[in-house]
Nanobody, 119 residues
């Protein structure tokens, strides 16, 4: 059974930091690249960051490059997103999931974790 449990969100002032965590079931985690995604009200879900299966390569959306860092702990089946210098436009529900070119078609998503950045 697939499980994705995101946590670590909250309310923070602009310029602040948060660290998100995602505990994923082994069936998803061990064989896949993983990604963090977000969806703001009235907007489509977007890919924020992704990391390869072994953790050796990462990629970021231009809007978060230099501020966010994705990492993973394969022993714990957990992926993290360190978010620094947060901006109000980072406000969204953040989700993790496996990463693939067809990610927009994935049917299963966890509950996400709300990040709200106040100005």
């Amino acid at each position: 059974q697939v499980q994705l449990v995101e946590s670590g969100g909250g309310l923070v002032q602009a310029g602040g930091s948060l660290r998100l965590s995602c505990a994923a079931s082994g069936s998803i985690f061990s064989i896949n690249a993983m990604g963090w995604y977000r969806q703001a009200p009235g907007k489509q879900r977007e890919l924020v960051a992704r990391i390869t299966r072994g953790g050796g390569s990462t990629n970021y959306a231009d809007s978060v490059k230099g501020r966010f860092t994705i990492s993973r702990d394969n022993a714990k089946n957990t992926v993290y997103l360190q978010m620094n210098s947060l901006k109000p436009e980072d406000t969204a529900v953040y989700y993790c999931n496996r990463y693939g070119s067809s990610w927009r078609a994935y049917s299963y998503w966890g509950q996400g974790t709300q990040v709200t950045v106040s100005s």
